[in-house]
């Protein structure tokens, strides 16, 4: 890569992610990232950048990471469209001078592919839409099913059991389909990844790709640490999670090879996998909080403007989720509505956005208990299958008044919380637990999507692939119990109830505790009021860490000099106390502060606290 590619692609990243979405590049793509806490974002891409070029082996990650950030700007598209500029453009051009991006690859259209026939397993020249690289042990699981609904949408799959003949050499069959095959859909899975017969099929896939997206990655039972553990690259890729059915495997392969049949037969691309707009929202980042989201689609997205009707539907529909919820805009391409913290004003607790599509997409933040003996958080399950039970019980309101007969649902989690303390697993609360299958582990951000459905008679199974994938993710097993849960609970409307608003930051919640101590300090101790500001919110202060971290206090002490002073008053000194009223309002505390302290011990408020996360 040239200088000005590197220099460009630098200031692409830190203008194009935010800095948790570059960590995850960085980590993906197994680049050094040596940076110092609070390096701003175009020093940071730099140095990171500048540290790849020196060495062979990173300078081949770093391409990939060039590769990987034209696609997923969708920069080609955006030049074919007049809607490039500046360094963006700058980089597109620079890499295809490099050769990192040839000419014939970013002109190449969905239909081009190479037309030099091949010898398939039969021996005859003919290609294939797509090559299936899979696991024997997933046949019956899977792959047989999605072969079959490939094949019925009219699409060429090149599938073993259906290929290969007695006498064929496997081994040259297999290449022959794999060079005669313009995408390969690799389902990775446990079987798969410890095979080595797949690692060559995988590579055969890459090596065809050279600039042109070709791998569709199907994650069959399997994490996302555990895929970048396998490869980063394939990691790196956009994937279809088998837990939304066969159908909507199949939808999201079909749209991506932009190819499918309609049910007389002619040729079209399938109208039912995800849309633009709807993935890229699903794969959303978030930032300093552990949030959940929702995604609403319909069948087909488009850039038609909001009517007005339209934006009154939308202001109504997402104010009526979060009590206290404001507009902070509304037009004709974006509506959003917002529930902040009252303390980080800053900070959106809630979010609801209309976008173009329409797809509408919703955020809460999540209440987070410290998991005991180790750096960790756990989310209520509770609570995230009841915020997400009552989006779907609001859907006929916004379908009917916007006209869709079909929509999809997406969810996504965010799982890092303050201070990166990071989300590894689920509190069950009243729920069926499942099996913890292994020790509480981080994951990387979460995200699933239903097939379309009825808006207006929403099956009771809706949210069962979701929460099954969920599960899934943090490792737990035989979570049956807990699906047939969910899905009860949604038919009978019970689920709901397991959310009652979003979670607002624990410096929130510790002010409002400060602010009711203050009153049942005035209420039961009468020399409280001969105190200033200063001397009562030390004195707040302290029975607030009393009665979290049950120390005893000693006061009053006099000095030589006649002070008083409390020992476990960090802000305070001999100086500030020294006064007659003070040590008077010390004594009387003294005799009384262990009422005060057992007040606040007692309140649901502190317990909560005391779960919380700093």
Known sequence: ??????????????????????????????????????????QRAMDVVTASEKD??????????????????????????????GDALILLTSLENDGVLTAGQRAAAPDEVEQQPTLSARGSTQRWDAFISHASEDKGGLVADLAKELGNRGLRIWYDDDVLQVGDSVRAAIDNGLSASEFGIVVISHDYMRKDWTNHELDGILALERGKKRLLPVWHGVTYDEVVRYSATVAGRYAVRSSIGVQGVADALSRSMGRGVTEDGASAE??????????????????????????????????????????????????????GAVTTQANSAFVRVVATDPVEKATGDWIGEAHHGPVVNLLTSLELTLVSGRPGVTISL??????????????PTLAGNLG?????????????????????????????????????????????????????????????????????????????????????????????????????????????????IARIMEARLDSVESLNSQELGVLVGWAHRAAGQDFT??????????????????????EQIHSDRTRQSLAEIARTHAEVVAEVRAWDVWRRLKTLPP
């Open 382 to 395: 509770e609570a995230l299958a009841g915020w997400w039970a009552s989006i779907v019980e609001a859907l």
């Open 404 to 516: 869709l007969k079909r929509v999809r649902l997406g969810f996504g989690l965010y799982p890092y919380g303050p201070n990166s303390i990071p989300v590894v697993g689920v509190d069950f609360g009243a729920a069926p637990v499942a099996t913890h299958r292994a020790e509480y582990h981080s994951i990387s951000p979460w995200h699933s999507y239903t097939e379309l459905f009825d808006p207006f008679e929403p099956p009771s199974t809706v949210l069962q692939g979701p929460v099954r994938d969920l599960l899934d993710t943090f490792s737990y097993g035989r979570a049956d119990e807990t699906v047939s849960w969910v899905a009860r609970g949604l038919a009978d409307g019970s689920l709901k109830m397991g959310y009652t608003g979003h979670a607002i930051s624990r410096g929130a919640i510790e002010a409002s505790a400060l602010e009711q």
């Open 56 to 85: 062979p082996i990173l300078l081949g990650h770093l391409i990939s990471l060039a590769q990987h950030a034209v696609e997923d700007l969708d920069l080609v598209g955006r030049r074919d469209r007049d809607q490039l500029s």
């Open 270 to 323: 399938t109208e039912t996998a995800p849309g633009r707009r709807f993935l890229g929202l699903l794969s959303q980042q978030a930032n300093s909080r552990a949030y959940a989201w929702v995604i609403v689609g319909g069948e087909l997205e488009t850039a038609a403007k909001f009517s007005e009707d339209e934006i009154e539907t939308f202001v109504g529909w997402l104010s009526s989720f979060e009590a």
């Open 1 to 42: 890569m040239s200088k000005r590619s590197l220099a460009s692609l630098a200031k692409v990243l830190s203008t194009s992610y935010t800095h948790a979405a570059m960590s995850h590049l960085f980590m993906l793509f197994e680049l050094d990232d040596q940076s110092a806490p609070g390096t701003n974002k175009p």
């Open 553 to 574: 206090l000693t006061y009053p002490i006099s000095g030589s000099d006649g002070s008083a002073y409390m020992l476990a008053a960090e802000d305070w000194n001999a």
